[in-house]
């Protein structure tokens, strides 16, 4: 067991389950189901199994890769099937098998059509940002980071809601675009290492400035769009607001880390010196998504816009500490995504639960959920409190490392980042308050019925997690901490 | 003839197996009473399966090595072994995937069979030619059978017409490339592509020479525009893809786009190479118009075989990416990957092709064309599976990984790159994003769409073709996932195959 290539079963699992349950349920609706369900339930319990090790046995004081495996896959283009995770990436590869399990407990009653294909276009996209996340080969990285544009555009436009097509179509071009000059980008470096596409040639690779800034737009395309960053974020509230539960979970939860993902793998440690001379203009643009989205996000009237756009405002957060280059900022925008990961994902499944009664998402059409629901109520009230960044809940840790960091740097950055704690608060708790709170709004509210056993699981998974992050966050950071200093030493060496 | 000689004349046994059996078919033909044509149908096969033998043959005999013959007319090289069994298997898939259509709209005649092999002759005769004269002369014979292919359906004027712009145009690009031809003889005073290399190398330096020859190039660079169909040189292509009976657009789009590779790399590469300044320089100008007007034009068709002359235009205009890219300032280094990438394209957008053509042919039946976009609403509904092979195709024609449509891009955007081109790149990459968007809505007709309950609408659900069909077609779309998660094999014959070249 010591050799087992945990990188690879954390991949290729899910994507097996995600072919058998495609090849078993073909019978539409009829007994087939049933073990659809548990298939596709089995497969993410041992995707997640298998990534346990990786956390367990994670050497703390390297900062190298680990648990590597590399085989050549394509001779002609010297591409290397290269895997392994840092203390960067090892999170989120657990954090994706988290969540995977989850959005398959949270589909099992609702998803009613074609549900064979549902499960397997999840564990196929499950497989695949695993493999994002731990590939170690640019092209590899591409490739799977390509291809899980495909099962994310098909859960849009089969489950989604009713603007569903132009959602899937409007998400799938946007991010094609930005990976389209990332892959030109890449081919450039590819060329300039000697023909090599491997992440950590090109982190030595010296490079000229103006050569630096070209590259670092051609990457900021890709990342920004899936961050997202403003200006380009307008995809994300279509996509999420027309997504099915589980993908409005996975888009917010795991893709949009993706784009942060890529700025900490390739941006910062590859075109350091760009980095550094366009931090001012990422910073500038994460201060505009917290601050003016956070306002954007005050006036939403639909419950899962609000969520879309509070979660374009904590990535912010993220893009915001990376370009900080201290440590504070870099860890807490790490720990920040994983805290949204959680937090967002946990709010997404709540409106869920919410819309699976009533088929509205709008806050107008609720009120007093809270007399028929008690303890969704209760459990609701944490996710938004994690979301408001209240202390002992994830959402504050990372919060509070990146302001620290921002106030490194300088008081009005701090300052200006620290708006969020009270837009966050207000948007998310005033929609609380108008969802939840006071007197049942109208008969559809009285004859809900409160969460069942299913519903009680997820979310009472993800409120240990948040809590256990908000509580006790070394966990997380210890993990972080060698592989983040090493970044940072990377990223403060000219390489002209 | 001595034993030597004989064994030297075994080079042309493919085409001498076509030829004969193409000739030997049409006699039988006539005594073929049944509509159904089994005879003739599994003789062609037979032909082609004999033809595929007699070419792995000579691979494994002659391996990479470079053989002549007729006075240098006629050349054997693993480039023509690897291209004419490409174009074996598209001519089969073709004969497959066309039969069960054909026979429903009584158009299952012995000429079909025959012309298609004949047209196949052509096309080998263009692969392995190692003369203008040789290629020319293929370059005809192919043409002709498809400008009767055409007309096959002569009852129906949209065909008619198709057939006659067809010919029409292919006249005046044969006329085009015949007096480049002409010019580029009368500057080396040789036709043998050979020779042609080895006096424009010597020329070079002369500029009054130089001239002339450039201006000759101009032509054959046109008529070769007009045969692989780039813009500003496709006016015939969604005409003639739209006008032809499906079963013959499957023929146009596929194994003679192989031959016309040939035919580019013949002249181009092995006999101009010292003006590939000046004919990249053109590709260039001809690869960014066609990616630009194929992919922008493809959006606006509600028809899917326009749609898909349009997405033909810009893959040629891609394809020409790696052609152009082979050398950079004088240097050839990069030759090898340049080319390599060309033919890495040329092949899996064969397959592709096939695939699309052999699908919509699979959703036609008696009565009924598929050929709109909305023909293929709900398709996920009706035939789950044909339909996850449509997408397979979709996203490997708009090149998302892992599909092998991905590594042609990458091979050939690669290539540009290497070689300066990474305006050209950027702007096709841009132009695929556009592409992007039409192959998209074909997964939307098929997956986020209900079917419909027009009169036209049971034409979603596929009638029951045959078997061989059905295997035929799922293949088709896995070997472009397989290829997508190994494009090594694949990548590295073509690298073999262009070293040896």
């Known amino acids: ?496 | 003839m001595t034993a030597r000689e004989f064994i030297n004349h075994m080079l042309v046994l493919p085409e001498a197996i076509v030829l004969f059996g193409a000739c030997v078919l049409m006699l039988v033909d006539l005594q073929v009473k049944t509509e159904r044509r089994i005879g003739s149908y599994r003789m062609a096969l037979g032909v082609l399966a004999a033809a595929a033998a007699a070419t792995l043959f000579m691979l494994f005999v002659n391996g990479s090595t470079k053989q002549y013959l007729f006075h240098g007319l006629f050349v054997a090289d693993a480039l023509s072994h690897l291209l004419k069994l490409v174009c074996y298997a598209s001519v089969a898939a073709a004969l497959i995937y066309s039969r069960q259509y054909l026979l429903d709209r009584d158009l299952l005649r012995g000429e079909f069979i025959t012309l298609l092999l004949f047209s196949l002759v052509g096309m080998m005769i263009m692969i392995s030619a190692s003369s203008f004269i040789t290629i020319y002369l293929g370059l005809e014979l192919m043409s002709l059978c498809l400008y009767a292919l055409v007309a096959l359906n002569r009852d129906s004027a949209l065909s008619i017409e198709a057939a006659m712009k067809y010919f029409v145009l292919g006249a005046l690009s044969s006329g085009l490339l015949l007096y480049g031809m002409s010019m580029v003889y009368g500057a080396t005073g040789t036709l043998n592509i050979m020779e042609v290399a080895r006096v424009t190398a010597q020329l070079a330096g002369a500029a009054s020479d130089r001239t002339f020859l450039v201006f000759g190039l101009v032509f054959v660079v046109a008529g070769l525009a007009f045969k692989i169909g780039v813009a500003p040189f496709h006016m015939w292509i969604p005409d003639v893809y739209h006008g032809a009976p499906t079963a013959v657009t499957l023929v146009i789009g596929s194994a003679p786009k192989v031959a016309a590779f040939a035919m580019a790399v013949r002249m181009l590469v092995n006999g101009l190479p010292d003006l590939a300044q000046d004919w990249q320089e053109m590709l260039a100008i001809l690869a960014l118009a066609s990616m630009a007007i194929g992919n922008i034009t493809a959006i606006a068709q509600s028809n899917l075989k326009r749609m898909l002359a349009y997405s033909t235009i810009a893959h040629m205009g891609f394809m020409l990416l790696g052609l152009l890219s082979g050398v950079i300032g004088g240097n050839r280094l990069s030759m090898d990957d340049a080319y390599t990438a060309a033919l890495f394209y040329v092949i899996v957008y064969v397959i592709m092709s096939v695939g699309a053509f052999g699908m919509l042919l699979f959703l036609s039946r008696a009565g009924f064309e598929c050929e709109n976009l909305e023909d293929l609403k709900g398709l996920s509904k009706t035939s789950p599976w044909f339909a996850f092979v449509m997408l397979i195709l979709m996203f490997s024609l708009a090149g998302i990984p892992p599909t092998a449509g991905f590594y042609a891009k990458l091979a050939v955007l690669s290539a540009a790159v290497t070689a300066g081109y990474v305006w050209l790149a950027v702007a096709a990459v841009v132009l695929s994003l556009v592409g992007a968007f039409y192959y998209l809505r074909i997964v939307k007709l098929m997956y986020f769409d209900e079917p419909s309950d027009s009169p036209r609408a049971g034409a979603v659900a596929p009638a029951h073709p045959e078997l061989q069909m059905r295997v035929l077609l799922s293949a088709n779309g896995l070997v472009l996932l397989l290829f997508g998660i190994a494009p090594s094999m694949l990548m590295n014959v073509c690298f073999e195959v262009i070293k040896a070249l």
């Open chain 1, 1 to 496: 067991m010591a050799s087992a290539p945990l990188l690879s079963l954390a991949i290729w699992v899910p994507i097996v389950a995600g072919l058998l349950v495609l090849a078993i349920g073909k019978n539409e609706g009829g007994q087939g189901n049933a073990h659809v369900r548990w298939i596709a339930l089995g497969g993410a319990l041992l995707g997640f199994l298998v990534t346990i090790p990786l956390y367990t046995r994670f050497d703390l004081q390297s900062s190298g890769f680990q648990f590597t495996e590399k085989e050549i896959w394509i001779e002609r283009f010297n591409v290397f099937y290269h895997l392994g995770v840092d203390g960067i990436s090892v999170l989120f590869v657990l954090l994706n098998s988290f969540i995977t399990i989850l959005v398959v407990i949270a589909g099992w009653s609702v998803i009613e059509k074609r549900v064979s294909q549902y499960y397997a276009a999840f564990l196929i996209m499950s497989g695949m940002l695993n493999g994002v996340f731990s590939a170690l080969d640019a092209l590899l990285f591409y490739v799977f980071f390509e291809a899980t544009l495909i099962p994310m555009f098909i859960i849009i436009g089969v489950w989604g809601g009713p603007n569903r097509v132009y959602a899937a179509v409007k998400f799938f071009l946007y991010t094609l675009l930005g990976s389209l000059l990332m892959l030109v980008s890449m081919l450039y470096l590819y060329n300039k290492a000697g023909g090599s596409f491997a992440i950590a040639d090109w982190h030595k690779l010296p490079l000229p400035l103006d050569a630096q800034l070209l590259l670092f737009f051609g990457f900021l395309f890709a990342f920004a769009v899936k961050v997202p960053m403003w200006p380009v974020h307008t995809w994300l509230p279509d996509a999420h607001t027309e997504a099915p539960t589980g993908g409005s979970v996975v888009l917010a939860a795991i893709l949009l880390k993706l784009g942060a993902y890529g700025f900490v793998r390739f941006t910062l440690p590859i075109l350091p010196d760009a980095s550094r001379e366009l931090a001012w203009m990422m910073i500038a643009l994460s201060l505009i998504a917290i601050a003016y989205i956070g306002l954007v996000t005050l006036v939403q009237t639909d419950m899962k816009r609000l969520i879309a756009y509070s979660s374009v405002s904590h990535m912010g957060f993220c893009t915001l500490g990376f370009f900080l280059f201290n440590a504070y900022g870099v860890e807490g925008a790490l720990v920040q995504m994983i805290s949204h990961g959680f937090v967002s994902a946990a709010l997404f499944l709540c409106i869920g639960v919410m819309y699976d009664r009533m088929h509205s998402r709008a806050i107008a059409d609720y009120g007093g959920v809270v007399n028929t629901m008690p303890r969704f109520a209760a459990l609701m009230m944490l996710f938004a409190m994690a979301n408001a960044g209240l202390p002992a809940t994830s959402g504050f840790v990372g919060e509070f490392m990146v302001i620290m960091g921002a106030m490194k740097q300088s008081f009005w950055l701090a300052f200006v980042a620290a708006s969020t704690l009270i837009f966050g608060a207000a948007y998310t708790l005033w929609m609380y308050k108008r969802v939840i709170f006071g007197e049942v709004a109208n008969k559809h509210v009285g004859e809900l019925h409160d969460l069942n056993w299913r519903e009680m699981l997820v979310l009472t998974a993800l409120a240990v997690a948040t809590l256990f992050m908000g509580i006790y966050p070394v966990a997380f950071t210890e993990v972080m901490h060698a592989s983040v200093n090493d970044l940072l030493r990377h990223a403060a060496l000219p390489k002209l």
